[in-house]
């Protein structure tokens, strides 16, 4: 890993980008990493545009604002591909996952001619096999993980096991599930 890496998400209030981000920052934090975890928003509602932040190193973090230039950016609603410039600043030695079920043409032809790494993944389809309903962040977290290698897969398992047992406390039966999603995310993002 680099000594710094720099994500930025893009999401929609409500679909778990901002808890997505926080659960990459905790898990990075349990591998012995130094981590950020933020979002940025105002007074959104539910369906607006939100953006969230990570920053994951092997150092001290000294830097305190917004990433303008991430080495990773994911996408978690592919309609803010029209409407949003994900790509601002996007280094092209990193990578952009979307959650989508575009073809490739349709993907590149919104993102203002970046010309790094592209990934996709059908966050909808992985969250609906494995849990019933419609919940992206989970897939999301999986797929950046596996791009951006920030910790092991088998690290993000355990962590994840770990985390979902507290969070979902109240709720045991669920956290099959969103392990199931995990794991299935991690073989399903595909390179454009």
Known sequence: MNSLIEIRWHGRGGQGAKTASLLLADAAFNTGKYIQGFPEYGPERMGAPITAYNRISDKPITIHSNIYEPDYVV??????????????????????????????QEIRKNLK?????????????????????????????????????????????????????????????????????LEIALKGVEKI
């Open 75 to 104: 996408v978690v609603d592919d309609t803010l591909l029209e409407t949003v410039n994900v790509t601002a600043g996007l280094k092209k030695s990193g990578a952009i996952v979307i959650n989508t079920i575009k073809d490739s």
């Open 113 to 181: 001619g970046y010309e790094g790494e592209v990934y996709k993944i059908d966050a909808r389809k992985i969250s609906i096999e494995a849990l019933g309903k419609y919940f992206p962040n989970t897939p999301m977290l999986a797929a950046i993980v596996k791009i951006s290698k920030v910790m092991t897969e088998e690290e993000l398992l355990n962590d994840m096991k770990e985390s979902f047992k507290h969070k979902f406390a109240k709720k045991p039966e669920v956290i099959e599930g969103n392990m199931k999603t």
